[in-house]
């Protein structure tokens, strides 16, 4: 394993990768002094996140095991099994994290750290990566925030500075790494610790302005942005059917959709004839195939041409309010679904606008594909998510149903980058807490 790299000698980072590989915490612990957890063997891509993963043994039945540099040990097929690795192998894997280890870096196969463990049966090491993911996740949220009230007070006093010192307690990657007498801000020094989630690499993902400034191709089965991404795609009928069947089960309900697509989910949402169906949508293309297909006629249906960001606000006047029965701008059920964009605007639909919607006993609900193109990064996400909810004041039911081989079945051909992978959808229903 020939690495050109600034950290010692070539035969220190082989040690590394066989002390994470036999889970020799001592030896780990000393060559982590010198070398970096998230060094990647140049063949193989493997970090030494894997090569732990690789070397772990289920308690419950034998397996055969990787080598450290990602080619099998013994050269046999390993068993599919499920089981738990003993007490050693999780403690090696705490041991990089706390150092640094990035829990989400791609080998060449095209696993993380917790494919791999999900692919070997071993649950226990698999819950660590989805843990650290969600450590990882959550903390770069709340430093979104903390750079947010830096632009704000550099804005009022001319460029105060985030303090150095962070949150109270940190424990998640590279806390230990960074040196104590750093000048850097701990968004630099976090950032650069951690990878956005699911990656995909050397393949960007679609920006929301582009994808509305782009003309989009309607098919029978689908509709394609310029790029042939997937922007929707027939498949997900039986999801859109039980969303509208747990998120509006009665007739007369006041239902706002943001994100009209194909349409699925607002043609079920119709066969239970709401009282009224306010229907945001922002691509000029969309909005012009709901002209064709008679949206704008139908009865209860008010169509708001723009972006959520910025129609919801007007919902939210009191001017707006004085034009319209107060009583037709709340809402008994609401559903979010929107193209290329991140996390974050989710985050900021529902902590700052579903509360001023929602009417007393109304529940609201999201298509649920954040990081579906893998499991890891998908229970990462759920996770992640359900915290925020919480933090914002949901609860959150999840309704789970199987999702078939869409791989197997030939769902992706034509498509740049299958956005479902998983064998599971979690329909999230959120209500105001109590």
């Not at 009928?237 to 194909?262: C, E």
């Not at 009282?275 to 293309?285: F, G, N, S, W, Y």
């Not at 909005?287 to 939210?316: A, C, N, S, T």
Request: glycine residues 8%; charged residues 25%.
């Amino acid at each position: 394993m020939d690495i050109d790299s600034p950290y010692d000698t070539a035969t220190d980072i082989k040690k590394l990768f066989l002390a994470a590989f036999k889970h020799d915490l001592e030896s780990l612990q000393s060559l982590l002094r010198t070398n970096s957890a998230s060094l990647q063997d140049p063949e193989t891509g493997r970090t030494p996140l894997h090569a732990a993963i690789a070397g772990a043994r289920p308690t419950e039945k034998s397996h055969h095991s990787d080598g450290p540099d990602g080619n099998h040990a013994d050269g046999g097929a390993r068993e599919a099994g499920e089981g738990d690795a003993d007490d050693v192998a999780g403690e090696t894997v705490k041991l990089l994290l706390q150092n640094g280890a990035i829990w989400n870096d791609l080998d060449k196969n095209d696993e993380t750290p917790g494919c791999l463990a999900l692919r070997m049966g071993l649950r226990d090491l698999y819950n660590l990566m989805v843990d650290a993911g969600v450590r990882a996740e959550v903390l770069l949220g709340r430093l979104e925030g903390y750079e947010e009230l830096k632009d704000e007070d550099s804005d009022k006093d001319g460029g105060s500075q985030l303090s150095t010192d962070g949150p109270p307690t940190i424990s998640t990657q590279a806390a230990d790494t960074a040196p104590a007498d750093t000048n850097e801000d701990m968004a630099t020094i976090f950032q650069t610790a951690v990878h956005p989630l699911s990656p995909t690499a050397g393949d960007p993902q679609p920006n929301r302005s582009t994808y509305l400034s782009s003309p989009l191709s309607f098919q029978p089965d689908r509709i394609l942005d310029a790029s042939s991404n997937g922007v929707m795609m027939s498949w997900e009928t039986s999801l859109m059917s039980l969303t509208a069947s747990v998120l509006a089960p009665t007739p007369g309900l006041r239902i706002l959709n943001i994100g009209h697509g194909m349409g699925i989910v607002d043609s079920f949402f119709q066969t239970n004839s709401p009282k009224t169906h306010h229907i945001v949508e922002a691509h000029p293309d969309v909005l012009r195939r709901m002209r064709e297909q008679g949206w704008y006629e139908k009865q209860g249906v008010v169509v708001h041409e723009g972006r959520w960001q910025d129609v919801l606000p007007k919902f939210l006047e009191v001017e707006a309010r004085a034009d319209e029965d107060p009583e037709n701008l709340m809402f008994d059920a609401i559903y979010f679904d929107t193209f290329a964009e991140p996390y974050s605007a989710l985050r900021t639909f529902f902590e700052d606008f579903v509360i001023g919607l929602l009417d007393d006993g109304g529940q609201w609900g999201f298509f649920n594909g954040m990081g579906a193109d893998r499991q890891v990064c998908y229970d990462v996400y759920t996770k992640v998510v359900e915290l925020d909810l919480f933090e914002a004041g949901w609860e959150v039911e999840w309704t789970e149903m199987k999702v078939p081989d869409l791989e197997e079945k030939g769902e992706w051909q034509g498509i740049k980058r299958p956005y479902w992978r998983v064998g599971e959808y979690r329909l999230p229903i959120c209500r105001f807490m109590g």
